[in-house]
């Protein structure tokens, strides 16, 4: 089952573009944008590449973004390109309980002792402005607004001080969860990773402090979680160390860092947005899947 076509890409590019200058404009300590890189994966006809995003253009890129690489001069029209998913990662992780919040939400279960993950496949992946579709067999499904860690080195037991030496940046994501699902089967692989259940982008930011940013989501312009990634209770670097002693991290790979607060379930119509401060927003309309 494929989404439906995305949100027109001029329309969506130019937003895109406002959004990241007022981000940059409200970094907590005044942060200058010169000390941040704003990257997006892209496709302009028919290639497909990374470039810096500067104001309302995307400045190409040559070489390997996980390796070596150098900008050039050549310039495109935000606008006018397509912005994808943000990488091709091998194994997309996703960290559950990670906020005392959302915790506070599921009685029964007690707190975390270490990070504690389950695995989305990278087949749930879409990008800024297409759709959340909700399958014909589910009735509840719920938005997750997360900070999501973009891998740019292959990392094995890695220690907790070293962490940020593996890290690109970060993203938003939203881990769309069918309830009635995640709560009825014994594994969470439909629950968690049915197609259309892992928005993420539009850009990857490096250079931010990603343990203090603000997350935000609304629905249809009405916000329905706020807290900052100070709060999470397994912070970045331990997320990426643990996870590191136990599965290989590959480039591009991402981790989903949790959810804060309450979650409630969405419905055809709806347009679902995911901020994280100096980053931008993720926004995706929901629609029920054909024949529903």
Known sequence: MKPRSPLPHLRAGRVLALVLALCAASLPGGAAEAKLTRLVRFQAADTVGYGIVEGDQVRRIRGDIFGTWRATDQRLPLAKVRVLVPTQPTKVLAAALNYR?????????????????????PSCLIADGEDIVL??????????????????????????????????????????????????????????????????GPVIVAGLNYDDLLLRLRVNGEVRQEQRTRDLLQNVAALVSFASQHVTLEPGDLIFTGTPGQTAALKPGDVVEVELEGVGILKNRVVAQAGR
Request: glycine content about 8%; proline content about 7%.
């Open 101 to 121: 919040s959302h915790q506070t939400t599921l009685a029964e279960r007690p707190l975390p002792q270490h990070p504690e993950f389950f695995f989305k496949p």
């Open 135 to 200: 399958p014909a067999g589910s009735t509840d499904v719920h938005y997750e607004a997360e900070l999501v860690i973009v891998m740019g080195r292959r990392a094995k037991n890695v220690a907790r001080e070293r962490a940020a030496e593996y890290i690109l940046g970060v993203t938003c994501g939203n881990d769309v969860s069918a309830r009635d699902w995640q709560s009825g089967d014994i594994q969470w692989w439909r629950a968690k990773g049915a197609d259309t259940f892992g928005p993420c």
